[in-house]
């Protein structure tokens, strides 16, 4: 499978909406009609799960947006190659978030294990943790398959939490996400492995997905999700200044390593035990970083692209021109996720468990649709060019609407076409029952296009 980009084609895009209601209302990904993919392990090819992919209605009221999804995405997901049984299943869920969220000014809010927060493909968003602990009554790691129970359950917290991040990369697929008892979700920047600069897993290789955008260190990244305390998650790119000047700029984590080498009620940095698991007894060593207090946060008072003790931070950003506090995708100069990766480890505002049951109140229902952008042009990178076997179409930034792709031959014919979806970032052509020669390749969204020449050689 294709790790770099041959040939690129940059192209700015823009898009000119009518007046709009608030982001937390649009921005949602709706579809009625796609089914969600996934992989079996072993076989390459991606199969439907028969779950409708995103989110499935958005409606709002005076006071809060009502978001109805699925918690499917629609890249492929799996496998999981930690032994891990589950599949993304349907979540049923409605979610509900407030239109004006607000700072707090008490008692910080601790992010806790399973939902945060909710991509803007109703995917979940969860925090560092994997409910595993360090006991110091055992002397031993606690929580997690294989293991003994941490005191007080598997979500409470002790002294020392483990990283999900990099604890549990074998378990995670392409797009970087993986489920807990079916409950599909990112602790991390939804992008797949294969777009890092320095690529950490090559679980793409056999499985390929693409994830819910691709960053762009030229542009703002998109808002791509919710924080369960009601303000907006961007991508790992913003303006350099908060106030919307500086050029865009890769936004930092402002946490770093702690320089220890051994933990107070816990193991030294070094310590090796005995993992555990379904897959039988092996050994893992507790370097530093393997767990979430082996890090501290550095005031960065004069560098505003350097985030907060939440992640976060009062910035202007293309959706909120008047400046909004957001959180940010952390990742380091090679793409890589860096702690504390989305939010936390606590809350910037008043948070609470978003799930409800149903709805109580009278809302309007938000319909979005194609006829509402008009598209000037499109990043779009096509790689291989020449190709003999196969090409690829990528979308470099986040695809809010259905993507009409079309190869055609010298005389006009279509002889192959394809659909990029809403959440989705890119598309295949096989060519290997295709003639040598040039080819166009169309993209049609509503009524606007883009043309690109590739050549196919045999």
Known sequence: MFKKIITTFFLPYSIICSAQPSPSITSWLQNTTQMGTYYMSGNSTALSNNILANCQKVEYSTNFVYVTATGVPSYPTGP???????????????????????????????????NIGVFINGVAVFDYRDGVAWNPNTNSLCGGPGKPPCPGGPMASMDWNRDAIPAEMAGFDCSKGHPAMGNYHHHQNPSAFKIDLSILSNICNLYDADGLYTPDSNSHSPLIG?????????????????????????????????????????????????????????????????????????????????????????AVTPEYPNGTYAYYATVDGNWNSSYPYLIGPTFYGNASNRKVSSISQSTTIYSSSVGEYEIKDIDISIYPNPSSELIAIQYNGLVEYDIEIELIDEVGRTVKSKRIGKGSTIAYFDLKSIYQGFYTVRLTTNSNQIIKKIQIVK
């Open 226 to 314: 919710f924080a369960y305390d009601g303000y907006p998650i961007y991508g790992a790119y913003g303006f350099k200044n908060s106030d919307g000047t500086g050029g865009i700029e890769r936004i930092k984590s402002g946490y770093q390593l702690r320089t220890i080498t051994s933990r107070l009620n816990g193991p030294a940095v070094g310590t090796v035990v005995t993992a555990g698991g379904p897959g039988g007894a092996t050994q893992e060593t507790l370097f530093l970083g393997y767990f979430r207090e082996d890090y501290e946060h550095i005031t960065h008072a004069s560098q505003d692209d350097y985030l907060d003790q939440h992640n976060g931070r009062f």
């Open 80 to 114: 999981f190659n930690d032994f891990n049984p589950s599949n993304a299943q349907n979540q049923n869920a409605i979610f509900q978030f407030p239109l004006s969220p607000s700072p707090n000014s008490g008692t910080l809010i601790p992010t806790n294990g399973g």
